[in-house]
């Protein structure tokens, strides 16, 4: 499949018409860069003029699509513009395309222009007045500085400029990027802290609620139904108020919303009461420091509150167990409930619990596991926690 030429860029187009038009002003006003009679001119005659300036502005179309090969033949022109009486116009043009060359070649084109124009540009100082042994050979490489060097050091200056301004665009548009990935995953792991609070603070309630309704509704028995629903309502009290607690964290709007402080270890022993109102036996064994920090004392509350919310919906009946430790600078975290075949559970489950106490241990840098195990009196499910504890951090 044949490719086509790159289309000329519609400035360099209109800029090669008026460099062209110029040039043929210049030709009709009989103004030329050397008389008829200078012995530098070997191609006699008005009408050679008319070559170079001609092939020039065709250059000068090319300048921007094809910078190398309209150097290349604009210099060529120029040369051959040199042994004719001459025309300023093309020189103008010659000049712009060692500019265009510069600053739209590849960086290697670039600096091999740079460096043959300055050698170019040396070479034609040194060597007339090396040979003819006049001031006035020193012009030759001042022209040629002002044809050669001078165009391509623009445009190296301009081609520094344009890249730096590039780098600068591509390096805020990635720190845009950066910023709006960060604001995502800001974003992301607040509603999932939120998943998280909400799971636990309320999940415990509502299932005590299933639980004991569902118990309420199976017996014939008022005194039961009487108790159940007082659970019930103990539960649904207490759920709302964790509720109204969350929304007050979210909206942020002080006064009476302002959220209650966030439970410690200290609380435990009020979150047992609970779980035993709620029908289960749990035994306690807390041996812990008194100074340990924030996140680890929240994140061990949960994972005993949550394990006590599993323990409420899929254990059988017996005992349920609850230690804690804390030797060698880590807070170990143990609870143990029955387990065996049971029809289903008591309430319904998403298993966005353990993913909850996973997510918890793993920001602590924690190591967590949950499972069956066997034991002496049959098989339990075990959830183990042990979280790092910074040494003089307190709580």
């Known amino acids: 499949m044949a490719v086509r030429p790159p289309r000329p860029h519609p400035f360099d187009v209109r800029a090669a018409l008026a460099g062209l038009l110029g040039g043929l002003l210049l030709w009709g006003l009989h103004l030329a860069t050397r008389p008829a009679d200078d012995p530098i001119v070997l191609l006699d005659g008005r009408w050679w003029i008319l070559l170079p300036l001609v092939v020039t502005a065709t250059c000068e179309a ?16 120029v040369t051959v513009d040199t042994i004719t ?40 100082t040194v060597v007339p007045v090396a040979i003819w042994q006049v001031p006035k050979a020193v012009l030759i ?51 999932s802290r939120m998943a998280r609070e909400l799971h636990d603070m309320v999940a415990n309630h509502l299932s005590a609620i299933a639980i004991h309704s569902t118990a309420a509704l199976s017996l014939d028995d008022p005194g039961t139904s009487r108790q159940a629903l007082g659970v019930i309502r103990e539960n ?29 270890l200290d609380g435990l022993g009020a979150l047992v009461d609970g779980a035993r109102t709620n029908g289960l036996d749990v035994t306690l064994d807390a041996d812990h420091g008194d100074t340990l920090p924030a996140p680890v004392g929240l994140a061990a509350y949960r994972i005993v509150q949550e394990s006590l919310t599993n323990a409420l919906k899929h254990a059988c009946p017996g005992r349920v167990t609850v230690t804690l430790r804390q030797p060698n600078g880590s807070l170990h975290i143990a609870v143990t409930s029955p387990y065996g075949d049971r029809h289903g559970p008591s309430a319904p489950g998403s298993g966005a619990g353990l993913v909850g106490m996973r997510e918890r241990v793993a920001l602590l840098d924690g190591t967590f596991e949950a499972g069956p195990e066997s034991a002496e009196h049959g098989k339990i499910w075990v959830v183990r926690a042990s979280l790092p504890v910074a040494e003089g951090e307190p709580a």
């Open 62 to 77: 090319l300048r921007r699509t094809l910078p190398r090969t309209a150097l290349l033949v604009g210099w060529a022109a």
């Open 85 to 124: 009486q001459g025309n300023l116009v093309t020189l103008v043009m010659f000049t712009d395309l060692v500019y265009a060359a510069v600053l739209y070649s590849p960086p290697a084109t670039a600096r091999r222009v740079l460096w043959i124009s300055g050698v170019l540009t040396l070479v034609g």
């Open 236 to 264: 649904s009290v207490e759920g709302l108020a964790e509720m109204r607690r969350l929304i007050g964290i979210l909206r942020d709007t002080g006064g009476d919303n302002e959220p209650a402080a966030a439970p410690t």
């Open 141 to 191: 490489g001042a022209v040629i500085g002002l044809v050669a060097f001078m165009p391509a050091a623009t445009g190296w200056i301009v081609r520094n400029h344009r890249d730096a301004a590039e780098a600068a665009r591509l390096h805020a548009e990635q720190t845009a990027l950066l910023a709006e990935m960060d604001r995502a995953q800001a974003v992301v792991a607040e509603r």
